[in-house]
């Protein structure tokens, strides 16, 4: 049994070392009003309208050929598939809802705005940029204003520090369509998975303890 413990809890200790790779979106489903999906075991809708959307093979627009585009490239992996949402309105509430809470959760975005229509889309919590550059499309530049990501045709990266188990998205589309995906380092670990991990400590720092004072006897 406490081997059985222990085990439980290098394998979660070695689950968050192993969190630096990042967990995108398999989107597998939309229609008019709900796109739904799965990201690091649980599950990821988001509220329509949408422009369009890609949940089965299509365009590669994260590389070319078979590199990653100059806006992704400070990502440690690009997602393996080709999936992409248009989120799509003139200020329109979208809303991302996850099933478990998932920490740090990352934006990828495809041709935000075209040349000379500005476009912005504006979060409801603060992030940073990651990455911007050449993409599919152009090579833009973004304009951020507290939460708000705007531009002409820009491609990149941005990244929400925290737990979130929801995060809204208010689109101002004058355009086409911008496409995104979401990735995360991880979910948020379950209260009894924590126990569990606590419990293996504590087993090993008691046998340690046990083997010094045999030792010193």
């Known amino acids: 049994m406490r081997s059985g413990i222990f ?15 990042i967990q995108w979106t398999d989107w597998t489903s ?9 990201i690091a075991g649980t ?27 100059a806006a992704y490239d400070a990502l440690s ?6 999936d992409f949402i248009a989120p799509s309105g003139n ?13 740090n959760p990352y934006i990828a975005i495809i041709s935000l705005g075209q040349p000379n229509i500005q476009t912005n889309w504006t979060f409801g919590a ?16 973004f304009t951020i204003n507290g939460n708000t990501i705007s531009a002409g045709e820009a491609h990149g990266v941005i990244q929400f520090t925290g737990n979130f188990t929801s995060l809204t998205l ?12 979401v990735g995360t380092s991880g979910v948020v670990p379950e209260p009894a998975s924590w126990a569990m991990l606590i419990a293996g400590f504590g087993l090993v720092g008691a046998s340690a303890r046990r083997r010094r004072q045999t030792v010193s006897a």
């Open 77 to 82: 992996n690009l997602p393996s598939n080709n």
């Open 30 to 38: 939309i229609n008019s009003s709900l796109a739904s999906g799965t």
């Open 43 to 69: 599950t990821i809708t988001l509220s329509g309208p949408f422009d369009t959307a890609q949940i089965s093979g299509g365009t590669d627009y994260w590389r070319t050929g078979g590199n990653a585009w």
């Open 126 to 141: 603060p992030f940073t940029l990651v990455d911007q550059g050449q993409g599919f499309w152009g090579n833009g530049v």
């Open 91 to 103: 200020q329109v509430l979208h809303t991302f809802t996850f099933g478990k809470a998932v920490r």
């Open 170 to 181: 208010l689109t101002n589309r004058t355009e086409n369509w911008s496409g995104l995906t």
């Open 7 to 21: 085990a439980v809890a290098v394998a979660a200790m070695m689950s968050t070392s192993a969190s630096a790779a």
